[in-house]
């Protein structure tokens, strides 16, 4: 039973954010392993099971993003986020900035930055954050709107689309969080991505 239908769902990204937080506390209350306490072992770990698996179908489609990443998985018959036969690439004009950017980087590492260069790297920060908002935003709205209107037989295209895009949200992450390094911290409000 994929996370879709734990909820009763199609495999669709417009979903009711708040009808599905109903859903999920009206099942959790029904299937919730404390009240399952005096059922047999057996039944117990069902029960545990299924609350286990309402919790990660909750975790995966309350996000708009992290609804995305599940549905390509979903949709590559993969389980986990590891396994992709292809990895996606960013475009390459994001690489060539990013490339520049990280020569910058650099040259602060070894040297220090000098006003100049903190101002020079703390525009390219809000610059990248500007795209990645961008990015996101496609993601929850453009690509996702195109997803549920596709025919099956474009699905393998909207499916790509999401790989890209999402490929370009995590080089955008990635930099932005390495200017926030070379600066000396974060500013207020912003909490950066952790890498694992």
Do not use: C
């Amino acid at each position: 039973m994929d996370h879709f239908e734990v909820f009763g769902l199609p495999r669709r990204l417009a979903i009711d954010a708040v009808e599905l937080q109903r859903k999920f506390y009206e099942l959790s209350r029904r299937g919730h392993p404390d009240f399952h306490q005096g059922a047999s072992p057996e039944r117990q770990a069902e029960v545990l099971a299924a609350s286990a698996r309402l919790n990660a179908a909750y975790r995966a489609l309350r996000d708009p993003v992290a609804r995305i990443e599940y549905l390509i998985r979903l949709e590559e018959g993969r389980q986990t986020r590891e396994g992709a036969t292809v990895k996606p690439k960013a475009p390459p004009e994001l690489l060539e900035e990013i490339f520049e950017i990280q020569e910058a980087l650099q040259e602060a590492k070894s040297g220090g930055l000098d006003a100049a260069a903190r101002e020079t790297l703390g525009a390219q920060r809000e610059r990248l954050r500007d795209r990645y908002a961008e990015e996101e935003s496609r993601l929850r709205g453009p690509l996702s709107q195109a997803w549920d209107a596709a025919e099956p037989n474009e699905r393998s295209a909207r499916l790509t689309a999401f790989k890209e895009a999402l490929a370009t949200r995590a080089y955008l992450r990635t930099v932005i969080d390495d200017i926030e390094e070379a600066l000396g911290g974060s500013e207020e409000g912003y909490v950066p991505h952790r890498r694992h």
